[in-house]
């Protein structure tokens, strides 16, 4: 019975302890659940106004408010863009994209004056590739990792082997 008397003082003297560093941490920094002092009845309390430094701002732009400068940021923005519409491409610079040009091959026999044209054929062995690389791709985008697709990847390699030993010269 001592102890649980002991205990339950204890308690109440770290209770007040606690009670009475938040009371001086209130006086300290002001409460707001206090009423105010006299010498502060008039009014509200306003916050103290950090002084602007000198120079920051011209005096015709300080009050402006937000919206005003996100308004004259979407102007500028805009006028960038028209201007690179309008204005000429760079001349300097990388040449602009020109479509791909095709082109073939043709031979001259020495002996005639008649021109043939070469054919350009495709290895089978490609188009195996080609083709096992598209069921590939089929399998990973529907996330279908089974046993297939290591199938799949075995024999697209052998393929792929095979077409750059016929492809090559």
Partial sequence: MATDRDERRRQERELEEIRRSFAEMGA?????FEPADADEQDGPRKPPQP???????????QGR??????????????????FGWILPKSDGGEPEAAPPQTTIATTVA???????????????????????ADEIISALTRDERDNRLALNLRD?????????????P
């Fill in 28 to 32: 300290r920094m002001g409460s707001l």
């Fill in 51 to 61: 002084a602007a430094p000198a120079g920051s701002l011209p005096p015709g732009l």
């Fill in 65 to 82: 408010p937000r919206w005003w400068w996100a308004a004259a940021l979407g102007l500028l923005f805009v006028a960038g863009t028209a």
């Fill in 110 to 132: 020495p002996t005639t004056t008649a021109a043939t044209q070469t054919v350009v054929s495709v290895p089978e062995e490609c188009l195996e590739a080609a083709e096992l």
């Fill in 156 to 168: 697209y390699s052998v393929a792929n082997q095979a077409c750059r030993e016929e492809a090559s």
